[in-house]
């Protein structure tokens, strides 16, 4: 395996030696800053409650992000295939996505209640925007020399958007797809704080409360965890569907 391969593996360990050592020559408290070697002990200790929030945060944020990818995908289309529509949505979907959607939270809980509706919808909120914007992007920027050619070859309007426009849309939608299920996971943790009393949000609330650091870093890391290997299957994926337009950063 080529050094690149492990550069981020060797930064992670690095960076966990020198937060062990740091604790260990200052002498800091674990109410203030635990090491790894606690966080890594509280998690074994707790590991069937940190994995049982873990797994409802996990379904949930997969849900909400599912909803964002049809969503995101249908605005998408909808705006790169339309001049009218891209000039009229588009500024109006950039000051939505400027509001702080933790401010939502007590809103979707008057609306559908604590539990899991306000943190699935908190969870599309926050990550529909990048895979609209990202298809839109695509579609929008086509050629007009090739839709031209294509349009003397008899293609029609469908034709350009379903055969070329979105085949050539997939490297921005596989992009936007990595950066949006980091967001869904901050969604849904940012709604378990507040409006929930199951995930891992929710933990880091009750171990905080209760002076636990130990406990609350052990679940930042599974959250952190759980983002990253959604984030590597998605550049699995997007490496075996895409790899046309990678071919030249191959080496």
């Known amino acids: 395996m080529k050094l690149r391969n492990q550069a981020h593996w060797i930064l992670l360990v690095l960076i966990l030696g020198i937060w062990q050592s740091l604790c260990g020559l200052f ?10 070697s606690r966080i890594a002990q509280q998690f074994w200790e707790h590991h069937m409650v940190i994995l049982g929030h ?40 950039t000051g939505f996505n400027a509001l702080p959607k933790a401010a939502f939270v007590p809103i979707l809980v008057v609306w559908f209640g604590i539990g899991v509706g306000p943190a699935v919808l908190t969870a599309f909120l926050i990550s529909f925007f990048p895979i609209m914007v990202n298809i839109a992007t695509g579609l929008a920027t086509l050629e007009p020399e090739l839709e031209d050619v294509l349009r003397v070859l008899g293609a029609r309007r469908t034709d350009v958007l379903w055969k070329v426009g979105l085949p050539r849309s997939m490297p921005y939608f596989f992009g936007a797809l990595k950066v949006s299920i980091t967001l869904a996971f901050v969604g849904t943790t940012v709604s378990e704080m507040t409006a929930s009393n199951e995930g891992i949000g929710y933990l880091l609330i009750s171990a905080g409360s209760s002076m636990q650091m130990g406990l609350a870093f ?4 599974v959250v952190g965890a759980m983002a990253m290997a959604m984030y590597e299957f998605f550049a699995v994926v997007e490496r075996r569907m895409t790899g046309w337009a990678h071919r030249g950063s191959q080496s």
Do not use: N, Q
Not at 29 to 36: D, G, K, L, M, Q
């Open 218 to 221: 052990a679940g930042l890391v």
């Open 27 to 36: 002498d800091v408290s674990e109410f203030i800053f635990p090491s790894p």
């Open 54 to 93: 873990a797994w409802r945060t996990w379904w949930v944020t997969m849900l909400g992000f599912a909803i964002s990818i049809v969503v995101g995908v249908l605005l998408g289309c909808l705006m790169g295939s339309s001049k009218l529509a891209y000039s009229a949505m588009y500024p109006l979907m």
